[in-house]
């Protein structure tokens, strides 16, 4: 349940926003609500270890340098 004040506060403050904005403010409220994603444990991580060939990490790290490693000024 939403305190009363918090919820005029919030209120007046939407009052005064752009429509686009005040969608922003829902789709915030709403990922707020959702629950967070469960990541990968370190212990199943773990179970990979070694299962790269040498040349298989080569042409990784390489594709990571190539590709990854660059800041493009004019791309956003």
Same mark, same amino acid.
């Given at each position: 349940? @939403?305190?009363?004040? @918090?919820? +005029?506060? %919030?209120?007046? $403050?939407?009052?005064? %926003? +752009?429509? +686009?904005? =005040?969608?922003?403010?829902?789709?915030?409220? =709403?990922? %707020?609500?959702?629950?967070?994603? =469960? &990541? +990968?444990? &370190?212990?199943?991580? %773990?179970?990979?270890?070694?299962?790269?060939?040498?040349?298989?990490?080569?042409?990784?790290? =390489?594709? @990571? *340098? *190539?590709?990854?490693? $660059?800041?493009?000024?004019? *791309?956003?």
């Amino acid at each position: 349940m @939403i305190e009363e004040n @918090i919820k +005029t506060e %919030l209120l007046e $403050r939407m009052d005064k %926003l +752009t429509p +686009t904005m =005040q969608k922003c403010v829902v789709e915030y409220a =709403q990922s %707020l609500a959702e629950p967070s994603p =469960q &990541g +990968t444990s &370190g212990a199943e991580f %773990l179970k990979l270890a070694g299962t790269m060939t040498p040349e298989e990490a080569k042409e990784f790290l =390489q594709a @990571i *340098e *190539e590709d990854c490693e $660059r800041i493009d000024p004019h *791309e956003w």
